[in-house]
C-alpha cells in the first residue's frame, strides 16, 4: 500500500507510551495545589514557592521515570512506523531530562522531542508545528497519539489526525474528540494502514 510519506507521529509519554505512574492528585495535594493542570498553577507562584514546587514536581517525575515500564507494544510500533518510514517523535508536559531518561532506559529512538522545556506546552500546537517542520513533515497528514486532553486539542490545533489512548481505562467523556480511540499502541499501525487521512 502506498503511502504519505510526508506525514509523522507524534506520541505523548507518561500514559501513553509508559504505563501511568504520575500521581497527580498526589502532587497537588503536597504543592498545595487546586485542581486543574500544574504548569500553569505554577506560573501564579512567587520566586519561592514555585521553586519548591518545581522541586516538588521533579522528584515525582524523578521516580516515574527510572521506574517507568512501557505499555505493551510501544517499543515494537515505534519501531514499526520508523521501519515504514514514518518520523516518529514525543511530545510532552514533562522535562527533556526526564524523557530521555525513559526513551533510554527502554531503547526507544525516536525523531524528535519536545517538552516543557521549550517555548509552549500542550494544547497549543506550536510544538507539533515545530516538530512537522523538523522533519519535513506536513502536520494535515500526521498523527497525534495520547491519553489527554491536551493531546487532542494540541493534535487538532495543528491539523492533525487525533488518537486517544484509553488502555483497560473507560473512555473519558472526552473520547468524542477523538478521530480514533485505541485501547493498546498494538492496534495504531492496523488503524493507520486502513485510513482515508494518508494523504497523497
Not at 486532553?149 to 468524542?176: K, R, W
Request: glycine share 8%.
Amino acid at each position: 500500500m502506498k503511502r504519505d510519506r510526508r506525514g509523522m507521529v507524534i506520541f505523548d509519554l507518561d500514559g501513553t507510551l509508559t504505563v501511568p505512574t504520575l500521581d497527580f492528585d498526589a502532587i497537588r495535594a503536597e504543592i498545595g495545589l487546586p485542581p486543574g493542570p500544574i504548569l500553569e498553577a505554577l506560573e501564579h507562584l512567587g520566586d519561592t514557592d514555585r521553586q519548591r514546587a518545581e522541586d516538588i514536581l521533579h522528584r515525582h517525575e524523578h521516580q516515574a521515570a527510572h521506574g517507568s515500564q512501557l505499555q505493551p507494544g510501544a517499543a515494537e510500533t515505534i519501531s514499526t512506523l520508523r521501519r515504514r518510514g514514518w518520523p516518529v517523535a514525543v511530545l510532552t508536559r514533562n522535562t527533556y531530562k526526564w524523557t530521555q531518561v525513559v526513551l533510554n532506559k527502554h531503547g526507544i529512538t525516536v525523531d524528535g522531542i519536545r517538552s516543557r522545556d521549550d517555548s509552549a506546552v500542550k494544547p497549543s500546537p506550536e510544538p507539533i508545528l515545530s516538530l512537522c517542520t523538523e522533519t519535513a513533515s506536513q502536520p494535515q497528514a500526521s498523527w497525534m497519539v495520547g491519553d489527554h486532553l491536551f493531546d487532542l486539542q494540541s493534535g487538532h490545533a495543528a491539523g492533525c489526525t487525533t488518537v486517544l489512548m484509553v488502555g483497560n481505562c473507560p473512555p473519558p467523556d472526552y473520547a468524542a474528540q477523538a478521530n480514533h480511540v485505541v485501547t493498546s499502541l498494538a492496534q495504531l499501525v492496523g488503524l493507520m494502514d486502513h485510513s482515508p487521512s494518508e494523504r497523497v
